[in-house]
């Protein structure tokens, strides 16, 4: 890809104060979000549903696992699509060909099988791992080191994100569960047991209109994202002689391998949200309204929805408190027992569950706590790593950064595959544990955070 001269120009200029090619990424991103949540929206329906649904008619603890498997690898991919992109094809071309293998993925599944299930979550797994880290990295190179804008420009991308998650389960959850939507399959002739794979395949149209947004506005991203001439050696080399990592750094990862576990247990909870919660909310809730009948999967549209309306405030309110905010490790502890509060809502309405279905309020209620916990915990964590990390294993860092959201992930399957909604005294103690867990690891957070403190030295 070459760029030129007026195109460079183009680069420079701003909307509302921030690089133009900043408006690119948030819609590519909002798009390619938009199928990764459209399809994990649906994924653990599509799986334990009956095979005269349409669906594979797996056990929860079969699909959990796989959940799990899945959702871990997508995050474990990014460590090796972030070095690709670094190191062979410049961050750019990956995210333009993980965004090609995405497509592929998501329209794979669209044929109804199960082999190509497993196809199109591998293609999803190589695709996202190259393109989630370096869209990231592109948004950064948007901007000049020192740059004040840099961190609200990642605030906006976030949103990016958030925005996409949000109607990705109202669009693919309506094609694979709406009840029209199947009526309307039958009257044209076609077997409305195949619906889960409209779901599927309009996940593979959100990541090609991501695709077309990426490269027909490629001219407002300027350099940003090329790939690069190798350094002249005199630049990149340092002294050999120098120690591994200086005791400062020592002590800075191990303030981050604290956070690390703590992260673990966040998303392990947090990823109930496309598992067991999912599965509550299609079996346990009351989706009425009006007395029309709305898809299940439309709850999670909260999930994301409260991140988009809420991310602004708590962002207001650090800037309010500047000096007198909490710092990183207080944060992630708020995040926590944020969490283990919305998680443990779910313990009175699994009890309720038991006399029939429960509404939609108690899952809308721990969304909200999760997502405030999410925000206090989530985009800290991304940026300490940032702070902390030895400037020359920054990505290395990172890298295991989103090793721990991985093994979360995984833990969250193995976990949600022990959530059966017909025994709901199990389910009351399957989020109870939860629940406590949460509030226990906040207690431990809590009494580390003056040595993680410590640890971090002069890095608030
Ligand atoms: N919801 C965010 C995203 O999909 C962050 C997920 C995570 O870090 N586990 O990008």
């Not at 708590?314 to 926590?336: C, E, H, N, R």
């Not at 509060?341 to 309405?349: Q, R």
């Amino acid at each position: 890809m070459t760029v030129a001269a007026n195109d460079t120009a183009l680069a420079e200029e701003t909307f509302a104060g921030h690089p133009k090619g900043l408006f690119n990424l948030f819609f590519t991103e909002m798009w390619e979000r938009f199928s990764y949540y459209g399809m994990r929206a649906i994924l653990v329906l599509y799986m334990v549903a009956a095979v005269s649904d349409g669906g594979l008619a797996l056990t929860n603890k079969e699909a959990g696992q796989i959940y799990g498997l899945y959702t871990m690898a997508v995050y474990l991919s990014a460590l090796a699509g972030g070095f690709i992109g670094d190191k062979v094809f410049g961050a750019r071309r990956a995210v333009l060909l993980g965004g090609i293998i995405i497509a592929f993925g998501h329209f794979t599944i669209a044929f109804a099988s199960t082999i190509t299930l497993f196809i199109g979550m591998v293609l999803i797994v190589l695709g996202t791992g190259l393109l989630k880290p370096n869209m990231a990295t592109i948004v950064g190179a948007l901007y000049k080191p020192g740059d004040m804008r840099r961190d609200a420009g990642f605030s906006i991308f976030y949103m990016g994100v958030n925005v996409g998650a949000m109607f990705a389960p109202l669009v693919c959850g309506y094609l694979a569960q709406g009840e029209e939507f199947k009526a309307w399959l039958s009257s044209v002739g076609i077997s409305p047991h195949v619906s889960w794979h409209f779901g599927f395949a309009a996940a593979g149209i959100g990541m090609v209109i991501g695709l077309i947004v990426f490269v027909t506005q490629a001219r407002l991203l300027g350099t940003a994202g090329l790939k690069t001439k190798a350094a002249p050696a005199a630049v990149v080399e340092t002294s050999t002689t120098a120690e591994f990592l200086s005791r400062d750094e020592w002590r800075r990862l191990g303030a981050i391998a604290v956070l690390f576990v703590f992260n673990i247990l966040f998303w392990a909870i947090y990823e109930q949200g496309g598992s067991s919660l999912n599965i509550f909310a299609s079996k346990c809730v009351d989706n009425t309204i009006f007395g029309w009948s709305f898809p299940s999967t439309w709850l999670q549209t909260f999930q994301a929805g409260f991140i988009v309306l809420f991310a602004p405030v708590i962002s207001m309110v650090w800037l309010k408190l500047g000096d007198k905010q909490p710092t990183a490790p207080t944060k992630f502890a708020i995040g926590i027992v944020l969490l283990g509060l919305g998680i443990s809502l779910m313990v009175p309405a699994s009890m309720l569950a038991a006399q029939g279905k429960v509404s939609p309020l108690w899952l809308i209620g721990v969304f909200l706590f999760e997502c405030l916990g999410e925000l206090c915990l989530s985009p800290v964590g991304l940026s300490t790593v940032t702070k902390l990390a030895p400037a020359r294993f920054a990505s290395l860092t990172m890298g295991a950064w989103y090793l721990s959201i991985s093994i979360g992930n995984y833990t969250a399957g193995s976990l949600s595959g022990l959530f059966d909604e017909k025994n709901p005294s199990g389910m009351t103690t399957l989020f109870g544990s939860m629940a406590v867990s949460a509030l226990v690891a906040t207690v431990l957070m809590a009494l580390l955070v003056p040595m993680v403190k410590k640890l971090m030295g002069n890095i608030k």
